[in-house]
Nanobody, 128 residues
Framework: QVQLVESGGGLVQPGGSLRLSCAVSGRAFSNYLVGWFRQAPGKEREFVAGIWLNGGATGYADSVSGRFTISIDNAKNTVYLQMSGLKPEDTAVYYC?????????????????????WGQGTQVTVSS
């Protein structure tokens, strides 16, 4: 069993920055893929960024590429999502999720249906 706990959400002005954290506990850390997803009211949950804990390979949605950065602190078993240049359309509940995988393939890490473990979510609101 893997447990995920997100933190760091809040209210930020357009153009501002925020860092989300996802604390991962439970099974072996290195064989897992961790993804960040978000869900705005009335919309489907969508992929934001992913990182493979076995090597650190990363991938991003086009809508956040160049503005968001996903990273790992292995000592703390924590995955971060650094968000910069925030826009009102980034407003959503952000979730981290994990699945065990032998490889890092875009068709896999962008697919929310393949993730086995989810956190409770943290609200991010971008507004002036």
């Amino acid at each position: 069993q893997v447990q995920l706990v997100e933190s760091g959400g809040g209210l930020v002005q357009p153009g501002g920055s925020l860092r989300l954290s996802c604390a991962v506990s439970g099974r072996a850390f290195s064989n897992y893929l961790v993804g960040w997803f978000r869900q705005a009211p009335g919309k489907e949950r969508e992929f934001v960024a992913g990182i493979w804990l076995n090597g650190g390979a990363t991938g991003y949605a086009d809508s956040v590429s160049g503005r968001f950065t996903i990273s790992i602190d292995n000592a703390k078993n924590t995955v971060y999502l650094q968000m910069s240049g925030l826009k009102p359309e980034d407003t959503a509940v952000y979730y981290c999720a994990a699945e065990q995988t032998p490889s890092f393939i875009r068709s896999r890490y962008t697919n929310r249906l393949l993730y086995d473990y989810w956190g409770q979510g943290t609200q991010v609101t971008v507004s002036s």
